[in-house]
């Protein structure tokens, strides 16, 4: 997997030794010397990741690094600090300022490669769910997209997993300072909890006694249900080679011991925030797809889904030799409602329409709103006998008595048209339609409130 990497150093042979090594493997690399010519090219050019050096002239990293974080157009890029300095005060000071990892001089080819592939993959994963929810945010049916530096990432969900007592006991008086732990000895045990409950970190000590504490993450990483569920190591001095496997596999971010509190809590609170800014970019998405789909009065489908599974549902039926029935539903003279009682009494005898015909038909059954007062059902594997059946339950679901509206201090008696048609050994929604259409019309001639067939 490719990337766009910016590299900012004031100091020409580090850019280039830095350029080198990443453009051998297939980067895109761009370059700048300095915080405000890495401000800029963020702003403007696609970056998926930039790697910061610390000591620079005028604007330091720290600086560039908050400034990147503080704006909304850049503060979802990963960072990572390359430093001289190996000082547990200033890893935590650039956590701080919104660093997502570091790398310590002079750079280890193989950390770097780990550590820029983890960060990398990342990115590419928020960046489609950004992408995405941009999209239907142009489209009118979500809000703005969420900013991840508006959450500070305390109040998190923990899961630790060590088998330890004294390590556990050490961590559990950090971290139960900050956020909700959950504390599990046995890894399998963990596994089934990740699966069973929500998390927004999982914390697993690459020295577990009788267990591949990376084989767990792998697992993790397997399962649709945790795939996207930050990971966070603890390790010991001398576990450099798994860790780096441990970022190959998934794994998010370690933290070396002995740990420093302060560290800990910083890193942790930088997945927290992450994990919930995913979540809530899914969220919107999800959000936003349903909104395009349902009518947001009753709660129905609308006429946008009707379109896009109709034909499919048809073209299912007619492969497997089923029927498949179709039933417009039409209230009787709606106009007058709202002419007389106003919108909002006719909006609330709409919600209640929809609420006694969800009762009375089956889970199988699509109800759309095709518009106004005007309703579409689909009945799979339901022949026109059938469906003849359920239209006079529909029917008589409405009219048996009167609907409540104006919090209850008035009724309104309501009436439905019905129309239904079978395929028969057609598959085209539009014909289907049509003979439903023109049995609803014979309904509204024959007198209303009546249920008309059209039999192919």
């Known amino acids: 997997m490719t990337a766009r990497i910016l590299v900012v150093d004031d ?39 930039v790697l910061l050096d610390v000591m620079m002239p005028d604007m330091d990293g720290f600086e560039t690094c908050r400034r990147l974080k503080a704006n909304p157009a850049t503060a979802h890029i990963p960072v990572m600090m390359v430093t001289a300095l190996d000082e547990a005060a200033d890893r935590i000071k650039g956590l701080e300022a919104g660093a997502d990892d570091f790398l310590t001089k002079p750079i280890d080819e193989v950390a770097l490669l780990a550590r820029v592939r983890s960060l990398t993959r990342l990115k590419v994963v928020l960046d489609e769910l950004r992408s995405r929810a941009s999209a239907v945010a142009v489209l009118g049916v979500a809000g703005a997209l969420p900013n991840v530096a508006d959450d500070i990432g305390l109040g998190g969900r923990v899961l630790l997993v060590d088998d330890k007592l004294d390590s556990v006991e050490r961590l559990a008086i950090t971290l139960a300072s900050a956020h909700y732990l959950t504390i599990e000895r046995r890894p399998e045990d963990a596994l089934l909890r990740t699966v069973r409950d929500d ?12 267990y591949d504490a ?27 080679a798994r860790i780096l496997r441990g970022l190959d596999i998934g794994v998010n ?11 800990l809590l910083t890193r942790v609170a930088t997945q927290v925030r992450r994990k919930r800014y995913s979540d809530s970019l899914r969220e919107q ?18 006429r946008r889904y009707l379109e896009s599974h109709l034909k499919a549902l048809m073209t299912n039926a007619a492969s497997r030799g089923k029927p498949l029935s179709m039933m417009i539903v039409d209230l009787d003279h709606f106009k007058s409602v709202n002419d007389t009682f106003g919108h909002d009494v006719g909006d609330e005898v ?11 038909i089956r889970a199988g059954d699509v109800m759309c709103r095709l518009g106004g007062e ?15 059946l359920v239209a006079e339950r529909v029917r008589s679901a409405v009219g048996h008595s009167a609907f409540p509206v104006e919090r209850g201090t008035r009724t ?45």
Do not use: W
């Not at 998390?199 to 009788?210: F, K, R, T």
């Not at 005007?374 to 003849?388: D, G, K, S």
């Open 11 to 49: 100091l020409l042979p580090n850019v280039k030794l830095l350029e080198a090594r990443l453009s051998a493997e297939y980067f895109d690399v761009l370059t700048a010397t300095s915080g405000a010519e890495a401000l800029r090219l963020c702003e403007h050019d696609h970056c998926d990741l």
């Open 199 to 210: 998390y927004d970190l999982v914390i697993v000590s690459l020295g577990l006694q009788d």
């Open 214 to 240: 990376l084989r767990l993450c792998g697992q993790l990483r397997s399962l649709e249900r945790t795939r996207q569920l930050p990971i966070l190591l603890i390790a010991g001095h001398d576990d450099k």
């Open 253 to 263: 971010d370690y933290v070396n011991r002995p740990i420093d509190r302060t560290e």
């Open 285 to 302: 998405l999800r959000t936003s797809i349903e909104m395009a789909v349902v009518d947001s009065l009753t709660g129905l489908n609308n």
């Open 350 to 360: 709409l919600r209640g329409f929809a609420s006694r015909v969800k009762k009375v």
């Open 374 to 388: 005007e309703f579409i059902i689909v009945l799979p594997e339901t022949n026109i006998e059938i469906a003849e």
């Open 412 to 456: 309104l008696s309501i009436t439905v048209s019905i129309g239904i048609a079978d395929r028969g050994g057609d598959s085209d929604p539009g014909t289907l339609f049509k003979r439903a259409d023109l049995a609803l019309y014979r309904s509204k001639r024959g007198g209303r409130n009546m249920v008309s067939a059209h039999a192919a």
